[in-house]
């Protein structure tokens, strides 16, 4: 059986669903994710929570 692995964010957003790209890059950026120019981050994984209200969660664990 594969052994479950549980990661704690290190970092965990609220942003509405309808920022901008620019806006959302800017306030991950602010957060301390290194983000890269095309909008991906430069290490780990960023998890994207789409909820059914009008914001999202971001979640980026410290690998």
Not at 38 to 45: F, I, L
């Amino acid at each position: 059986m594969a052994k479950l692995v549980m990661l704690t964010a290190t970092v965990t957003l609220r942003l509405p669903s309808d920022i901008e790209s620019a806006e959302e890059l800017a306030a991950l950026r602010f957060a301390g994710i290194p983000m890269d120019g095309d909008g991906y981050a430069e290490s780990g994984y960023l998890f994207v929570r789409l909820t059914k209200s009008q914001h999202n969660i971001l979640s980026w664990p410290l690998e």
